[in-house]
Structures are given as structure tokens and as C-alpha cells.
């Protein structure tokens, strides 16, 4: 990879967190080393790989163009290569500091509750309105440091916290069963997403829509998507509201955005049932095609999380009022629901990202399919770096969060022009990023004109307008009397 391990969109000055020497190696759009799935980047089952055998791809002609415009290279670097240049001490794991984070978030939740508790009263503050935003403040303020704890118990799942598998379960489930998370059901679905990010048929978040499907949500045929509008801003501002909100218990409750290919169930358990309410594939349900029967235990015990800390919440409504409830965990968890969703949208949907059809796809293209960008001091102070250095994680994901910057860039010269970073206007820009990845990526297709294996990776497109336009495809009149005049000249 000759080019500098920078990401660059021609149009909007993208940019990257540093520079660094480039690699050795050159740019090729050859097939990349087939990186076998059972090679895992570590002991742990979130890091491990399901077998698919080896791929037999051929390149065929045409260039791959993501959204800006910009031309796609296939990684062609290994797992082995990216984990053999971390070094040794950023493996290295250790409870008590993991504790000391936890312990730190807890007594962050713990002040600000005591401090507006006690000072925002009627009895201090007269003013209805100013305590009204001051009590907006501290929703705002608990979502943050809830979202830190969430991050950690993230961490647990991961078995990055320490080297004890029982005491990172333990801290995990207590942490994510007050935040109302079903710890273990999350972290078995949340191992299926890293050991298939990027692939359209099996990874667990934001899947995108393929061109048929995006058609068929407004009864068109994948031909007839020129012949929609420009989606107006305030239609995509609602979809956005929808996501912020209900996005996470919308995917807990019926794996809203998780593939939906639930027949290929190893034990024939996703018979009949779909993605959707009602649709049979929920985080609570013990028979759900998103687990094996060995699983059962631990979905019960992620429920039973769930159910005592549900039992300590209506015990504090009947107690203190529900309205007071709401204000003092029921905002806040909605702040959480919308930073972990927002997290997690940005770091898989991107105009520079590809996905992958099964042929196409290994565990290595699909762990570079995913960016870092920059939130400041919340992001990695109170969210422990999880923003701006994702794409380390879906590599190695026992790394620690506090080595995870280091580790970040010893990876750069290796993943080359693949390592994507967009800090582009730090924190505020974080958020922009939000509209512009609403406007930009509303379903994947292939890039016009190529042929053979760039066939089965795939691109963000639109109907706004911005980027590379999509393909304009034939109906099926024309598509038939195109077959029908090349059959006579064959003749």
C-alpha cells in the first residue's frame, strides 16, 4: 500500500486523526490473502470466526466507486499482519484499573444526583423555568456518564476488562442489568456482529437495504427508484427522531436493523420468523433464532437482570412519585438509547464504506468497513475512546480501551489507505455526521459498470442528488427485448 494511511474525499476535505509513514506494500485491487475464519485474533468467542471455507474470487473489469466518487482498493492485508504490529502491552488487561473506571462512572451518577437533588429545589430556585432546564441538565449529564458505565460493561462483554472471563461477566451484567440491557443475550448477538461486520446476510447492525428493498418500501421496483423524489429534510429529520428514540429497543425487541436471513438457524430455529414486532426474534426470548439452546440459561439470566432492576424502579415510582422517576432515570436512559445508537450507526454507515455480499466478504475487509471519528472530551473521556477507535476494536477487540489509542496507531501503516478517520469539525462535526450519513447512505448497491468480483461489494447511494448517482437499471420490457435482439445476433 504505497498511499499515506489517509482517507481522502476529494469534495469535502476529509481528514484523518494523524499521519503516518506509509506502507511497504502496494495498492492492489487483486484478491486479498483469504484470511480463514478460524484464525481468531484471540481466546474469546466475540473475536472468534465461524468457518465459510475458502473463497475462489476472481476480479473482474470496472472500477469500484464509493459515494464520494472516490476509488475503492480491496484491503489486501491479513488479520495476523494488523495483530502482529500491535504491541505486546496493549494485550495486557487488568481489573482493578477496569474497576477503578467503573467505579469513577458510578460516583459520577451517584454526585450529580445528590448535588441537583439537593440544590434544585423550590426551596433554592424559585424559578420553575431555570429549574426545568437545570433538571434538562442533568438528564443530559446522566445520559453521558450512563453511557460511559454502558461503554464498560461493553468491555466486560468483550473480555477486555480484565483476565478473569467471571468477573468481566459479573461487572458486566450488574452494569448493564441497571442500565436495562439484557447483558448476555446483547453480548452473544453483539459477537455474531464482530464475527461478520460488513456481510450483508449475517452481520447484526445496521444492515443496509439493498436497492430492491428500498424500492419495495414505497411499492417500487428497483428499475422505478429514479422515479422517486428527493427525500424532503423534514422526512429525513423524523426518520432520524425515530432512530435516536426507539432504535435500541426496537433491535433488543425484534433485531430492528440486524440481518434477516433467520432460516439458515443452525438448529432450524428461525423457521417462519422475521425481523419485526411479532416476528418471533427478540433479545429476551430463550427460543429465539438469534441463540442455541445452549444459551438458554444465559438469556434467563439477562431477563432476570432485567426484572430485578424493573422491580427497584417501580418500588422508587410508587415511592417517590413517577414523575420524579422519569427525570431521575427515565430521561437519562433515553440519552443513553440515543448516544449508543448514534455510536454505533456512525461507525458502520459512511459514503467511504463498502459492504459485502457473501462471496466477497472476510473477516478482514469486513473489520476495515468500519470508521473512527472524534466526539473531544466526551468521547474519550466519558466514552472511553469507543468513538475514535472502533476500527482497532473490530480487529482486536480484548484490547483494552486505555491501550486502544496506541494500539490504533500501530495498525495505521498496515491497513494503509483502508484505515478511515473523519474528524472533520471534532465533536460538532460527530454530530453533523448524523444528517450527512441520513442524506447520503439509504441503501448499498454495485458500482455501475463492474464486472466479476466487484460484483459483491457494494456502495451507499441516494435519491438526493449527492455523490455517485445510482445505476439507472432497465425494466423488464427492456431488459427482455435487450436478450431477445442479443439471442439473434448470435443466431
Known amino acids: 500500500m504505497s498511499e499515506p494511511i489517509i482517507t481522502r474525499r476529494t469534495a469535502l476535505n476529509r481528514t484523518v486523526l494523524t499521519e503516518s509513514a506509509p506502507s511497504s506494500s502496494s495498492n492492489s485491487t487483486s484478491a486479498s490473502p483469504i484470511d480463514s475464519p478460524r484464525h481468531s485474533l484471540s481466546s474469546t468467542s466475540l473475536s472468534s470466526l465461524d468457518s465459510d471455507g475458502g473463497l475462489d474470487l476472481k476480479n473482474g473489469t470496472g472500477k469500484l466507486l464509493d459515494t464520494y466518487g472516490n476509488e475503492f482498493q480491496i484491503p489486501d492485508f491479513t488479520t495476523k499482519q494488523i495483530r502482529d504490529a500491535i504491541p505486546r502491552h496493549c494485550f495486557e488487561r487488568s481489573g482493578a484499573r477496569g474497576l ?53 460493561a461493553h468491555e466486560c462483554g468483550h473480555q477486555s476488562f480484565s483476565p478473569s472471563k467471571k468477573f468481566n461477566d459479573s461487572v458486566g451484567w450488574l452494569c448493564h442489568s441497571a442500565l436495562l440491557v439484557p447483558y448476555f443475550s446483547w453480548k452473544i448477538s453483539h459477537s455474531k456482529h464482530h464475527k461478520a461486520t460488513g456481510h450483508l446476510e449475517r452481520d447484526m447492525v445496521f444492515v443496509p437495504k439493498n436497492r430492491d428493498q428500498y424500492a419495495s418500501k414505497f411499492g417500487y421496483y428497483a428499475h422505478e427508484l429514479s422515479e422517486l423524489m428527493e427525500e424532503t429534510p423534514v422526512s429525513t429529520a423524523t426518520t432520524m427522531v425515530f432512530q435516536q428514540l426507539v432504535g435500541w429497543p426496537g433491535y433488543v425487541l425484534a433485531n430492528i436493523t440486524g440481518h434477516n436471513c433467520h432460516e439458515r438457524q443452525s ?57 420524579n422517576l422519569a427525570v431521575w432515570y427515565f430521561v437519562p436512559y433515553l440519552w443513553v438509547n440515543h448516544w449508543l445508537v448514534a455510536i454505533t450507526y456512525l461507525q458502520h454507515t459512511d459514503p467511504t464504506l463498502p459492504h459485502y455480499e457473501p462471496h466477497t466478504w472476510t473477516f478482514a475487509r469486513g473489520a476495515a468497513a468500519t470508521i473512527d471519528r472524534e466526539f473531544g472530551f466526551i468521547g474519550r473521556h466519558l466514552f472511553h475512546g469507543i468513538i475514535e477507535t472502533h476500527v482497532l476494536h473490530h480487529y482486536v477487540s480484548t484490547i483494552p480501551f486505555y491501550h486502544a489509542d496506541e494500539a490504533t496507531e500501530a495498525i495505521k501503516p498496515v491497513m494503509g489507505q483502508h484505515y478511515r478517520a473523519d474528524i472533520e469539525g471534532g465533536p460538532l462535526g460527530f454530530v453533523k455526521s448524523l444528517w450527512k450519513s441520513a442524506r447520503w447512505c439509504q441503501w448499498v448497491e454495485p458500482s455501475e459498470g463492474v464486472k466479476g468480483e466487484g460484483e459483491g461489494i457494494l456502495f451507499f447511494r441516494n435519491r438526493n442528488g449527492l455523490g455517485v448517482p445510482p445505476q439507472k437499471l432497465p425494466g423488464p420490457s427492456t431488459a427482455r427485448a435487450q436478450k431477445a435482439t442479443m439471442a439473434t445476433a448470435m443466431e
Not at 469513577?104 to 448535588?115: G, K, Q
Not at 444465559?298 to 418500588?315: E, K, M, N, R
Request: include cysteine; hydrophobic fraction near 45%; charge should be positive.
Open 100 to 152: 477503578s473506571y467503573v467505579a469513577r462512572d458510578v460516583m459520577c451518577l451517584a454526585a450529580t444526583f445528590c448535588l441537583f437533588h439537593t440544590f434544585v429545589t423550590p426551596q433554592k430556585i424559585s424559578s420553575t423555568p431555570i429549574r426545568a432546564l437545570l433538571w434538562a441538565l442533568y438528564t443530559f449529564l446522566q445520559g453521558l456518564f450512563g453511557t460511559g458505565l454502558w461503554v464498560l
Open 267 to 323: 438448529e432450524g430455529r428461525g423457521k417462519g420468523k422475521h425481523n419485526g414486532f411479532g416476528g418471533g426474534v427478540s433479545h429476551f426470548d430463550p427460543s429465539s433464532p438469534l441463540y442455541e439452546s445452549k444459551h438458554a440459561q444465559l438469556i434467563l439470566l439477562s431477563d432476570l437482570g432485567l426484572a430485578v432492576t424493573a422491580s427497584i424502579l417501580i418500588l422508587l415510582g410508587k415511592n417517590f412519585g413517577w414523575a
